[in-house]
Protein backbone atom coordinates (compact mmCIF):
# COMPACT_ATOMS: atom_id res chain seq x y z
CA UNK A 1 0.00 0.00 0.00
CA UNK A 2 1.04 3.44 -0.45
CA UNK A 3 1.18 5.73 2.59
CA UNK A 4 -0.31 9.15 2.62
CA UNK A 5 3.32 10.56 2.53
CA UNK A 6 4.18 9.55 -1.17
CA UNK A 7 0.73 10.57 -2.13
CA UNK A 8 1.39 14.24 -1.03
CA UNK A 9 4.75 13.80 -2.71
CA UNK A 10 2.90 12.65 -5.83
CA UNK A 11 0.59 15.64 -5.84
CA UNK A 12 3.55 17.90 -5.60
CA UNK A 13 4.82 16.88 -8.15
CA UNK A 14 1.84 16.91 -10.43
CA UNK A 15 1.48 20.03 -9.30
CA UNK A 16 3.72 21.33 -11.96
CA UNK A 17 2.43 20.15 -14.90
CA UNK A 18 -1.51 21.43 -14.14
CA UNK A 19 -2.25 23.43 -16.55
CA UNK A 20 -0.31 22.67 -18.95
CA UNK A 21 -1.56 22.74 -22.39
CA UNK A 22 -2.24 19.12 -24.21
CA UNK A 23 0.82 19.01 -26.82
CA UNK A 24 1.80 15.81 -28.66
CA UNK A 25 3.70 15.33 -31.93
CA UNK A 26 1.74 14.94 -35.04
CA UNK A 27 2.63 11.17 -36.93
CA UNK A 28 1.31 10.07 -39.93
CA UNK A 29 2.20 6.31 -40.99
CA UNK A 30 4.50 6.36 -38.01
CA UNK A 31 6.72 9.44 -39.03
CA UNK A 32 6.35 12.77 -37.21
CA UNK A 33 5.48 14.98 -39.35
CA UNK A 34 5.08 18.02 -36.91
CA UNK A 35 7.50 18.12 -33.91
CA UNK A 36 6.10 19.99 -30.98
CA UNK A 37 8.69 21.34 -27.86
CA UNK A 38 10.09 17.79 -26.43
CA UNK A 39 6.94 16.04 -28.37
CA UNK A 40 4.64 16.55 -25.86
CA UNK A 41 6.45 14.34 -23.62
CA UNK A 42 9.14 16.52 -21.23
CA UNK A 43 9.95 16.66 -17.66
CA UNK A 44 8.49 19.69 -16.24
CA UNK A 45 11.78 21.43 -15.78
CA UNK A 46 12.89 20.66 -18.79
CA UNK A 47 9.38 22.34 -20.41
CA UNK A 48 9.82 25.53 -17.92
CA UNK A 49 13.66 25.77 -18.98
CA UNK A 50 12.14 25.45 -23.23
CA UNK A 51 9.10 27.98 -21.78
CA UNK A 52 11.61 30.74 -20.65
CA UNK A 53 13.89 30.33 -24.01
CA UNK A 54 10.78 30.53 -25.56
CA UNK A 55 9.83 33.92 -24.48
CA UNK A 56 13.48 35.22 -24.15
CA UNK A 57 13.95 34.72 -27.79
CA UNK A 58 10.10 36.63 -28.57
CA UNK A 59 10.72 39.44 -25.96
CA UNK A 60 7.96 38.59 -23.85
CA UNK A 61 8.19 38.50 -19.72
CA UNK A 62 6.53 35.35 -18.89
CA UNK A 63 5.78 37.27 -14.81
CA UNK A 64 3.28 39.67 -16.20
CA UNK A 65 1.42 37.06 -18.32
CA UNK A 66 -1.66 36.45 -16.53
CA UNK A 67 -2.78 32.53 -16.11
CA UNK A 68 -4.77 32.52 -18.94
CA UNK A 69 -2.23 34.30 -21.14
CA UNK A 70 0.72 32.19 -20.38
CA UNK A 71 -1.13 29.31 -20.95
CA UNK A 72 -1.88 30.70 -24.74
CA UNK A 73 1.42 31.70 -24.97
CA UNK A 74 2.78 28.03 -24.11
CA UNK A 75 -0.37 26.54 -26.68
CA UNK A 76 0.70 28.66 -29.21
CA UNK A 77 4.38 27.89 -29.06
CA UNK A 78 3.92 24.27 -28.81
CA UNK A 79 4.72 23.86 -25.52
CA UNK A 80 2.71 20.67 -23.26
CA UNK A 81 2.18 17.38 -23.04
CA UNK A 82 0.16 14.30 -23.60
CA UNK A 83 -1.47 12.08 -21.11
CA UNK A 84 1.06 9.20 -22.12
CA UNK A 85 4.33 11.41 -21.37
CA UNK A 86 2.47 12.68 -18.36
CA UNK A 87 1.90 9.59 -16.87
CA UNK A 88 5.30 8.46 -18.14
CA UNK A 89 6.98 11.05 -16.31
CA UNK A 90 4.59 10.55 -13.23
CA UNK A 91 5.68 6.62 -13.09
CA UNK A 92 9.45 7.62 -13.67
CA UNK A 93 9.18 10.13 -10.56
CA UNK A 94 7.20 7.67 -8.01
CA UNK A 95 8.09 4.60 -8.64
CA UNK A 96 11.65 5.69 -9.89
CA UNK A 97 10.71 3.48 -13.04
CA UNK A 98 12.95 4.20 -16.23
CA UNK A 99 10.20 4.53 -18.75
CA UNK A 100 11.55 6.43 -22.04
CA UNK A 101 8.67 8.79 -22.61
CA UNK A 102 9.20 9.31 -25.95
CA UNK A 103 8.65 5.57 -26.66
CA UNK A 104 5.32 5.28 -25.50
CA UNK A 105 1.77 5.74 -26.13
CA UNK A 106 -1.75 5.39 -24.17
CA UNK A 107 -1.76 2.35 -25.89
CA UNK A 108 1.28 0.88 -25.14
CA UNK A 109 1.38 1.80 -21.39
CA UNK A 110 -2.44 -0.76 -21.33
CA UNK A 111 -0.89 -3.32 -22.92
CA UNK A 112 0.06 -6.60 -22.57
CA UNK A 113 3.39 -7.02 -22.62
CA UNK A 114 4.17 -3.79 -20.74
CA UNK A 115 1.14 -3.97 -18.43
CA UNK A 116 -1.88 -6.37 -16.66
CA UNK A 117 -5.51 -5.07 -16.13
CA UNK A 118 -6.94 -5.52 -12.88
CA UNK A 119 -9.78 -6.85 -12.63
CA UNK A 120 -11.19 -6.48 -9.18
CA UNK A 121 -11.35 -2.85 -8.64
CA UNK A 122 -11.45 -2.91 -4.62
CA UNK A 123 -7.33 -3.29 -6.04
CA UNK A 124 -6.86 -0.31 -7.45
CA UNK A 125 -3.88 1.38 -6.60
CA UNK A 126 -1.94 5.01 -6.81
CA UNK A 127 -0.15 4.80 -10.57
CA UNK A 128 -3.08 2.67 -12.24
CA UNK A 129 -4.01 3.82 -15.56
CA UNK A 130 -7.63 4.01 -17.01
CA UNK A 131 -7.82 2.71 -20.55
CA UNK A 132 -10.01 5.14 -22.41
CA UNK A 133 -10.78 5.68 -26.15
CA UNK A 134 -9.01 2.43 -27.41
CA UNK A 135 -6.59 3.18 -25.77
CA UNK A 136 -5.45 6.83 -27.36
CA UNK A 137 -5.91 8.60 -23.57
CA UNK A 138 -5.42 7.22 -20.13
CA UNK A 139 -6.14 8.67 -16.99
CA UNK A 140 -3.12 8.35 -14.16
CA UNK A 141 -4.80 7.34 -10.84
CA UNK A 142 -3.55 9.32 -7.92
CA UNK A 143 -5.66 7.86 -5.12
CA UNK A 144 -9.22 5.61 -3.92
CA UNK A 145 -11.53 6.26 -1.49
CA UNK A 146 -13.84 3.74 -1.81
CA UNK A 147 -15.20 4.13 -5.77
CA UNK A 148 -13.80 7.03 -5.97
CA UNK A 149 -10.75 7.88 -7.71
CA UNK A 150 -8.58 10.99 -7.68
CA UNK A 151 -6.81 11.12 -11.01
CA UNK A 152 -4.99 13.29 -13.36
CA UNK A 153 -4.95 13.42 -17.13
CA UNK A 154 -3.75 15.54 -20.24
CA UNK A 155 -6.39 15.89 -23.26
CA UNK A 156 -7.35 18.24 -25.40
CA UNK A 157 -10.72 17.93 -24.70
CA UNK A 158 -9.93 19.16 -21.30
CA UNK A 159 -7.62 21.80 -22.22
CA UNK A 160 -4.52 20.55 -21.09
CA UNK A 161 -3.36 18.97 -17.63
CA UNK A 162 -6.52 18.72 -14.76
CA UNK A 163 -6.76 16.84 -11.65
CA UNK A 164 -10.35 14.73 -11.80
CA UNK A 165 -12.56 12.66 -9.78
CA UNK A 166 -15.14 9.67 -10.84
CA UNK A 167 -16.57 7.04 -9.10
CA UNK A 168 -14.96 3.77 -10.83
CA UNK A 169 -18.17 2.20 -11.17
CA UNK A 170 -20.00 4.73 -12.91
CA UNK A 171 -21.29 3.57 -16.28
CA UNK A 172 -20.79 6.78 -18.10
CA UNK A 173 -16.93 6.59 -17.51
CA UNK A 174 -15.39 5.60 -20.85
CA UNK A 175 -13.35 2.70 -18.74
CA UNK A 176 -11.85 0.64 -21.16
CA UNK A 177 -10.03 -1.02 -18.23
CA UNK A 178 -7.40 -0.45 -15.37
CA UNK A 179 -4.32 -1.41 -15.82
CA UNK A 180 -0.84 -1.67 -13.71
CA UNK A 181 2.72 -2.12 -14.89
CA UNK A 182 3.97 -5.11 -14.62
CA UNK A 183 7.17 -3.62 -13.45
CA UNK A 184 5.63 -2.07 -10.39
CA UNK A 185 3.76 -5.51 -9.28
Not at 71 to 77: A, D, G, L, V
Not at 156 to 165: L, P
Request: charged share 25%.
Amino acid sequence: MVGPKLVKKLKQEIDHYIDLPYMTNIIRNGKVIKERVLGGKGYWKDIQKETQQIAKQQGINLKKLTRQKFYNFQKKNKIGIDCSGLACQLLNFYFKAHLNPRKTSANILTSTPLSQRVDDFQNIQTGDLIRQKNGHHLLFIIEKNGNKITYVDSSFWGRGVKYGETDITDQSLDNQGVYRLLLLN
